[in-house]
């Protein structure tokens, strides 16, 4: 973001820039930054992780079941074809851990406490330097304005003086 900001500023100065630019507008940096910026995704990105590896209640404290059958054929040697079916049905309780369950839900929502705090925290240092960049380019931008007039008002100027000086008004130094 700060690299784009910067080309704007570098290139505001040529006649071709002003044509193909886009309005920038200071209210829109927040969102571009939120939009554009990597370090800005990454930290979403890394919320969302944190908050993926929180528990939920049907995988700590919900029984689970579970069911598997089948059949063997056997066949040994010589002897005749024998099927055996199988089969077992399980169920799995969390009854109690030691408190486990309760720590490692805590761990999990602090984790996702400090990503989200890494996050604004990323947000606040990228947006502090696009809006640094921003008035950078403002001020560019201004700059270059200033000098086109300056650069106008010395032509109309220096093009006085050589009337003056054709006519005989003044003298060539």
């Given at each position: 973001m700060r690299g784009l900001l910067i080309a704007l500023a570098t290139g505001a100065a040529?006649?071709?820039?002003?044509?193909?630019?886009?309005?920038?507008?200071?209210?829109?940096?927040?969102?571009?930054v939120a939009a554009k910026n990597q370090a800005v995704v990454g930290a979403e990105r890394m919320i969302e992780a944190a908050r993926a590896r929180t528990g939920s209640l049907?995988?700590?404290?919900l029984p689970s079941l579970g069911a598997e059958?089948?059949?063997?054929?056997?066949?040994?040697?010589?002897?005749?074809d024998a099927t055996q079916p199988y089969g077992h049905v399980e169920a799995r309780v969390n009854l109690y851990r030691g408190g486990r369950d309760r720590l490692d839900e805590g761990l999990a929502e602090r984790r996702v406490a400090l990503a989200s705090a890494e996050g604004?925290?990323?947000?606040?240092?990228?947006?502090?330097?696009?809006?640094?960049?921003?008035?950078?380019?403002v001020s560019n931008r201004e700059t270059a304005?200033?000098?086109?007039?300056?650069?106008?008002?010395?032509e109309k100027l220096l093009e006085a003086a050589k009337r003056r000086i054709g006519r005989g008004l003044a003298t060539e130094t």
């Open positions: 040529s006649p071709g820039f002003a044509s193909d630019s886009v309005e920038l507008k200071f209210e829109d940096v927040p969102r571009l049907d995988r700590s404290f059958a089948g059949g063997e054929r056997l066949r040994t040697g010589t002897y005749a604004r925290r990323t947000m606040a240092t990228e947006l502090a330097a696009a809006r640094k960049a921003y008035w950078k380019l304005k200033l000098v086109a007039e300056a650069l106008t008002q010395n």
